[in-house]
């Protein structure tokens, strides 16, 4: 018989799976040194280990931007996740050996390495809530400041993003913007040639109030696109840690520091329509 505390409950007024209409995003992968790695993931996630690529740990950082339909309307959610990539410690023995750039290409099958969240910052109350319950994310306010690539603008392959600090309004049902910036980066991509890789499901762990380890895979149905860096483009991605005395700019600063971004990968959901050019009608 199958354990029935297999599966949390989900709690109202949720429901799974939480489908997508519309998705934006981009990761930075940071290959760094295992030890300060390991340290913060059995202080955040105990029944996790760190994956290493060829002796090194892989902290990444995800920015989304999605949208979602509901019977009452949409609405549109900006995050970012910070992780490091890792597995379970039970499961050490099924994970591959890989280098970075075959797990980057989705050569692991198991889908045991996955992104253990550290920080999950994020623009919406209700998203922050339903992370929270249903997936064990250590998810907070934040607002964001975003550029990317856009067929509705100028060419270019070019994301820039800053996350800033907010806070709960009283009643918690909105965020307060503050000035103050957390940390931005930039990714410029132009003219450099992706791979198509299937990467996806992607599995997310985390780790709820009573310490149980929660697993939840996420579906992209289109390929993502990987630009893999060496010495020669490593300076197209630059990360900026603007308050180092925040747990997310201490943790960054500790476990990416100036280290150069090894790969890039994003996704940006396909147009659906396209109002065209007006033309004048003739005059009669």
């Given at each position: 018989m199958?354990?029935?505390?297999?599966?949390?409950?989900?709690?109202?007024?949720?429901?799974l799976p939480f489908h997508y209409g519309a998705l934006h995003n981009v990761g930075l992968d940071f290959?760094?040194?295992?030890?300060?790695?390991?340290?913060?993931?059995?202080?955040?996630?105990?029944?996790?280990?760190?994956?290493?690529?060829?002796?090194?740990?892989?902290?990444?950082?995800?920015y989304q931007l999605y949208f979602a339909?509901?019977?009452?309307?949409?609405?549109?959610?900006?995050e970012i996740e910070c992780s490091i990539i890792a597995h379970p410690k039970g499961e050490a023995d099924r994970v591959a050996g890989l280098s970075y750039r075959e797990f980057a290409h989705g050569y692991d099958q198991t889908k045991l390495l996955g992104?253990?969240?550290?920080?999950?910052?994020c623009d919406n109350p209700l998203a922050i809530d339903a992370g929270t319950k249903l997936f064990g994310e250590p998810k907070y306010p934040a607002w964001f400041e975003a550029a990317m690539p856009s067929l509705n603008g100028p060419s270019g392959e070019r994301w820039d993003v800053t996350c800033r600090q907010a806070s709960f309004t009283p009643d918690g049902t909105a965020l307060e913007r503050h000035d103050e910036a957390l940390f931005s980066f930039t990714a410029d991509l132009t003219g450099l040639v992706p791979t198509p890789v299937n990467n996806t499901p992607i599995t997310g762990y985390g780790t709820d109030a009573d310490g149980r380890a929660l697993a939840?895979?996420?579906?992209?149905y289109q390929p993502y696109r990987h630009h893999?860096?060496?010495?020669?483009?490593?300076d197209r991605v630059r990360l900026r840690i603007a308050d180092r005395g925040s747990e997310v700019g201490r943790h960054l600063s500790d476990l990416v520091a100036d280290r150069p971004a090894a790969g890039v990968w994003s996704y940006q959901?396909?147009?659906?329509?396209?109002h065209n050019h007006p033309y004048y009608l003739p005059a009669r």
């Open positions: 199958a354990d029935p505390l297999s599966r949390p409950p989900v709690p109202a007024p949720y429901q290959l760094v040194d295992p030890a300060p790695a390991r340290a913060l993931l059995a202080e955040r996630h105990p029944a996790l280990a760190v994956a290493e690529f060829d002796g090194r740990a892989c902290v990444t950082l995800n339909q509901y019977p009452n309307g949409g609405g549109i959610t900006q992104i253990a969240r550290l920080h999950v910052l939840g895979p996420l579906n992209v893999n860096l060496d010495a020669a483009t490593a959901s396909p147009p659906v329509a396209a």
